[in-house]
């Protein structure tokens, strides 16, 4: 199982980025899917979840109105649109699966997830 995040970059403050997290996992609609955050010298953070059927969103209250996450399952992608980026959002972004969420489940405990991605370094600049 392979999950390859990608779009991160340098942006300034106030910009938007649009990560997305191909997966080799099939079929890719079993799986619920979630955004975390390591920030240097910081504990990774949940940052946004999608249920397996897309239906259900959740996020961290520190990117609530500015990110949305989304899916698209034919693609085996998920995607995290980055809005008014703030210096605070500047981390490595990681994306993970669960396999063992059922339907409309949205999961935020990193505990829950078995498979992450290598991380994309997102760098907000004031």
């Known amino acids: 199982v392979q999950l390859q995040a990608s779009g991160g970059g340098l942006v300034q403050a106030g910009g938007s980025l649009r990560l997305s997290c191909a997966a080799s996992?099939?079929?890719?609609?079993?799986?619920?899917m979630g955004w975390f955050r390591q920030a240097p010298g910081k504990e990774r953070e949940f940052v946004a979840a999608?249920?397996?059927?897309?239906?259900?969103?959740r996020y961290s209250d520190s990117v609530k109105g500015r990110f949305t996450i989304s899916r698209d399952n034919a693609k085996n992608t998920v995607y995290l649109q980055m809005n008014n980026l703030k210096p605070e959002d500047t981390a490595i972004y990681y994306c993970?699966?669960?396999?063992?969420?059922?339907?409309?489940?949205?999961?935020?405990?990193?505990?829950?997830?078995?498979?992450w991605g290598q991380g994309t370094q997102v760098t907000v600049s004031s």
């Open positions: 993970a699966a669960d396999s063992n969420a059922i339907l409309l489940t949205v999961v935020v405990d990193h505990s829950r997830y078995d498979y």
């Open positions: 996992v099939r079929p890719f609609s079993r799986y619920a």
């Open positions: 999608i249920s397996r059927n897309g239906a259900n969103t």
